[in-house]
Structure formats: structure tokens, C-alpha cells
């Protein structure tokens, strides 16, 4: 079955860049998206379509997908955005998530 | 405004049965995919199924195949998840999930009801 590998955790400082990998075979052939879920609520989209952005998103959450790895990529980070994020692929009409990284703002 | 409320999660023995629903509204039901989406304690996302606007078609996870059933009724506007022969590990929050419109992701989520199997 098909996988999706992220890390467990990413620290970042306030205003820096935190960077989030998600691997998987020929992942870039694929649309990869993203979700964020902070503790006691549901996820929500971040990223879709490798890059896009749904409204309501900040412009500092971008995406990006070739070969076998989609990033997500958090600009000038704020602490809002310490939270759990997930990629997620579709292969064979399943869907499938990356076991979740925890970002964390020091 | 999207709305998806899950009902119906509780604790049931490992054997048991139970059937979870999901009530949608502020969108046209009947024109989406949808999904359930669950998360054991402290674990990450995993999807379980998904079915096709009007039914036709419907998927699984390898792990819930022959135990889980996915169905909607789309003059009622709910998803529903009828889950047999459970398991202590199917224990988790389901989640009913909209899959975007031509798109493939998730674009809208409920609030999750808790299944927990223990005996």
C-alpha cells in the first residue's frame, strides 16, 4: 500500500521559516495537500492541488510537489501556527494521509 | 455556510456493532463525494471510505473492508457509517469529510463523534 513519510517534528522561531516534508513514491505525479489541526479541532485545509491556497489561508503557507517529496512551507512564522500538519495523497481511488509533523514556535 | 455534525459515536464491545451518521448543510448535498476520516487517540488522520454522489460507487481502507459499510441518503442531506464486528483498535474520533468540488482534497470537516470500543 501506498505511504506518505513525514517527520515528527519541526521547531521554528517566530518569523522564521519552518519547512515540512512529506515523501512518498513518485509522490510528484500525484497532488498533494495539506492540513493543519491544533489540538481539540477538526483539521483544516491548507494547501491543495501541490500549491494552491483556499481563501481564508495566509499567504505565508505555500506548497510545493516534485519527484518523491511535497513541502509545505510556513513564512515569517507566527505562533497561531504551531500545530499538527498532515499531507495527503490519493492512490487507487484511496485516500492517504502522512502520519501528521508537530510544528512547534519557540 | 458549510455545516457537517456528526451523531451517533458511544462505547460498544469489541464484536458490536454501531452506526454513526453525519447531517450536512449549506450546500448542495446530492453534488459531492464524502467521506469518513478517523483519528485514534494521540494518532494521526486515517480515511476509511468514501462514497460517490448518488452511491454508485464507494471505496475502503483495506482494514475496514467487509466490517464497515458507507452510505448516504441524499433527501435527508447525511452520510452515514454502519460499523460491525469492531475492534478495540477502530476506537477513534470519525470525522465526515467533503471532498471539494473537482478537486481532491477535503475541504470541509464536522467536528467528529468519539467510537470508543473497549470491554
Known amino acids: 500500500s501506498y505511504e506518505l513519510t513525514q517527520p515528527p517534528s519541526v521547531s521554528v522561531s517566530p518569523g522564521q521559516t519552518a519547512s515540512i516534508t512529506c515523501s512518498g513514491d513518485?509522490?510528484?505525479?500525484?497532488?498533494a495537500c495539506w492540513y493543519q489541526q491544533k489540538p481539540g479541532q477538526s483539521p483544516v485545509l491548507v494547501i491543495y492541488?501541490?500549491?494552491k491556497r483556499p481563501s481564508g489561508i495566509p499567504e505565508r503557507f505555500s506548497g510545493s510537489n516534485s519527484g518523491n517529496t511535497a513541502t509545505l512551507t510556513i513564512s515569517g512564522t507566527q505562533a497561531v501556527d504551531e500545530a499538527d500538519y498532515y499531507c495527503q495523497a490519493w492512490d487507487s481511488s484511496t485516500a492517504v494521509f502522512g502520519g501528521g509533523t508537530k510544528v512547534t514556535v519557540l | 455556510e458549510v455545516q457537517l455534525v456528526e451523531s451517533g459515536g458511544g462505547l460498544v464491545q469489541p464484536g458490536g456493532s454501531l452506526r454513526i451518521s453525519c447531517a450536512a448543510s449549506?450546500?448542495?448535498?446530492?453534488?459531492?463525494?464524502m467521506n469518513w476520516v478517523r483519528q485514534a487517540p494521540k494518532k494521526g488522520l486515517e480515511w476509511v471510505a468514501n462514497i460517490k454522489q448518488d452511491g454508485s460507487e464507494k471505496y475502503y481502507v483495506d482494514s475496514v473492508k467487509g466490517r464497515f459499510t458507507i452510505s448516504r441518503d441524499n433527501a435527508k442531506n447525511s452520510l452515514y457509517l454502519q460499523m460491525n464486528s469492531l475492534r478495540v483498535d477502530d476506537t477513534a474520533v470519525y470525522y465526515c469529510?467533503?471532498?471539494?468540488?473537482?478537486?481532491?482534497?477535503?475541504?470541509?470537516w464536522g467536528q467528529g463523534t468519539l467510537v470508543t470500543v473497549s470491554s
Open positions: 492541488e501541490d500549491n
Open positions: 449549506g450546500f448542495t448535498f446530492s453534488f459531492y463525494w
Open positions: 469529510a467533503r471532498l471539494g468540488s473537482g478537486s481532491w482534497n477535503f475541504d470541509n
Open positions: 513518485k509522490l510528484g505525479d500525484k497532488y
